[in-house]
């Protein structure tokens, strides 16, 4: 093998380890360089990722026709065929670099023994929402109710979809995970039966069972046939790749909840149910303040050493801080809610909040369009739900303990009414009552 066969094998290998190497000396090449291999890697970054984040840092859209089906997922096959490029040869393409189509992604992928289906799947969230209204939940003897087991079964289901794990969920697992949620937060006196819901959701048309033999499934199986023939269930292909969207996602757990859970602790679900996210609108909060442990004291409580210490890996976003600085400077430093504006160190003092929120399950983009500029105390009530945005654009309590008063908007400082309506509808989803019309 000659030194530069070699060199280019070695710079492939860097970047299958290191992402952010970007060469700019290898020649442009064609899909034909792309393997089984590489189109496996990556769909296994865009599930690492999550689709919006693997979309935004590659430098693509949204599929439009044509999308990549693998175990039960759907991936934008333009977007994989230009990371899968970068693994095969270190040259990851953008979606300007290459045209997508039946005669280049799509014929390149099938030729390597995948799935390419045409035409997006039916992107009909109206659709979806109505399905979620009209469960066909049972009612109990006596207790005019309707059932909560199916609700809090696509709640479960809901939670894993925004933690980006797998559609189909094992029966042993479903039982063991959704049974316990059935006792906590079911009907009073309600026998917690997970077996109904995992199989009678495929009523909705947005779930599906596989794993029983068709001679079986004439009726509902048994719980000993489920116990013997461990099958799978959850979302289908297409209702799995609608509640990737953030913003259905939302919806679809706003309608469940108000459905059938209007009387339901719904942060105390959420905490349980995985959910905890949604109680923000910057994503959970960290939990170190809970952690046990502190200095030790003396008999009168007084400290008796310097505050100990801990380490901690995390992984943080990385946002835009020219973003930050723009929207501070298009406001004064002035608060857009209460119109403070604080000094600290002798120098102006102000906070860029995002709307709705960066990291999952939001994953709103860091845009100016995004941010506001909010004082220290402003910041802490819009991000835990306390304030919201209303249509008219007034600034309101969700206890209905605040005067309205208008969110001042300086000229040149664009706003998205969808991330304010995202973050109002936030908000509906944990006030006891509507925060907004």
């Known amino acids: 093998m000659g030194a530069e066969a070699g060199e280019t094998c070695t710079t492939a290998a860097l970047c299958m380890y290191d992402l952010s190497y970007r060469p700019t000396s290898?020649?442009?090449?064609?899909?034909?360089?792309?393997?089984?291999?590489?189109?496996?890697?990556?769909?296994?970054?865009?599930?690492?990722?999550?689709?919006?984040?693997?979309?935004?840092?590659?430098?693509?859209?949204?599929?439009?026709?044509?999308?990549?089906?693998?175990?039960?997922?759907?991936?934008?096959?333009?977007?994989?065929?230009?990371?899968?490029?970068?693994?095969?040869?270190?040259?990851?393409?953008?979606?300007?670099?290459?045209?997508?189509?039946?005669?280049?992604?799509?014929?390149?992928?099938?030729?390597l023994g995948f799935v390419v289906e045409t035409g997006a799947p039916s992107d009909n969230r109206a659709g979806l929402l109505a399905r979620l209204r009209q469960l066909r939940v049972s009612r109990g003897p006596g207790n005019p109710a309707p059932s909560r087991h199916q609700p809090l079964s696509l709640l479960w289901a809901m939670a894993r979809a925004a933690d980006d794990r797998p559609r189909l969920t094992p029966w042993p697992t479903f039982r063991d995970e959704v049974g316990p949620l059935l006792v906590e937060f079911g009907l009073p006196n309600a026998k917690a039966t997970p077996e109904y819901p995992f199989w009678h959701l495929q009523g909705s048309e947005l779930w599906e069972v596989r794993g029983i033999p068709a001679e079986l499934a004439m009726r509902m199986p048994n719980v000993g046939l489920f116990n013997e023939h461990h099958?799978?269930?959850?979302?289908?292909?297409?209702?799995?790749?609608?509640?990737?969207?953030?913003?259905?996602?939302?919806?679809?757990?706003?309608?469940?909840?108000?459905?059938?859970?209007?009387?339901?602790?719904?942060?105390?679900?959420?905490?349980?149910?995985?959910?905890?996210?949604?109680?923000?609108?910057?994503?959970?909060?960290?939990?170190?303040?809970?952690?046990?442990?502190?200095?030790?004291?003396?008999?009168?409580?007084?400290?008796?050493?310097?505050?100990?210490?801990?380490?901690?890996?995390?992984?943080?976003?990385?946002?835009?801080?020219?973003?930050?600085?723009?929207?501070?400077?298009?406001?004064?430093?002035?608060?857009?809610?209460?119109?403070?504006?604080?000094?600290?160190?002798?120098?102006?003092?102000?906070?860029?909040?995002?709307?709705?929120?960066?990291?999952?399950?939001?994953?709103?983009?860091?845009?100016?369009?995004?941010?506001?500029?909010?004082?220290?105390?402003?910041?802490?009530?819009f991000d835990g739900l306390e304030i919201y945005v209303d249509t008219e654009g007034l600034v309101r309590g969700t206890r209905g303990d605040r005067a309205p008063r208008p969110l001042r908007r300086a000229p040149g400082h664009p706003i998205d009414e969808a991330h304010v309506a995202y973050h109002r509808d936030l908000c509906n989803l944990n006030a006891r009552k509507p925060a907004a019309s």
Not at 32 to 40: A, M, N, Y
């Open 26 to 111: 290898l020649p442009r090449m064609g899909l034909g360089d792309i393997r089984h291999e590489h189109v496996i890697a990556a769909t296994e970054e865009f599930r690492r990722l999550g689709r919006e984040e693997f979309l935004r840092t590659y430098g693509f859209g949204r599929a439009r026709s044509y999308q990549l089906v693998l175990d039960g997922r759907r991936y934008d096959s333009k977007a994989i065929a230009g990371v899968a490029h970068g693994y095969a040869t270190g040259d990851f393409l953008s979606a300007a670099d290459f045209s997508g189509g039946a005669a280049t992604v799509a014929r390149c992928l099938r030729e």
């Open 231 to 381: 099958p799978q269930a959850g979302f289908t292909a297409e209702t799995a790749d609608l509640l990737c969207d953030p913003v259905t996602r939302l919806e679809a757990i706003a309608t469940i909840c108000e459905t059938y859970l209007g009387d339901i602790d719904r942060q105390a679900l959420f905490s349980r149910i995985g959910l905890s996210g949604y109680t923000t609108a910057g994503g959970p909060l960290t939990p170190w303040a809970e952690e046990p442990g502190g200095a030790d004291t003396d008999e009168y409580g007084r400290s008796a050493g310097p505050a100990p210490r801990r380490e901690a890996t995390r992984s943080v976003i990385v946002r835009d801080e020219a973003l930050a600085r723009k929207v501070k400077e298009l406001e004064d430093d002035r608060c857009q809610v209460c119109d403070t504006a604080l000094r600290y160190l002798n120098r102006p003092y102000s906070e860029a909040a995002h709307i709705r929120g960066l990291g999952s399950p939001h994953h709103g983009p860091d845009e100016l369009q995004n941010l506001l500029c909010l004082c220290a105390n402003c910041h802490v009530l």
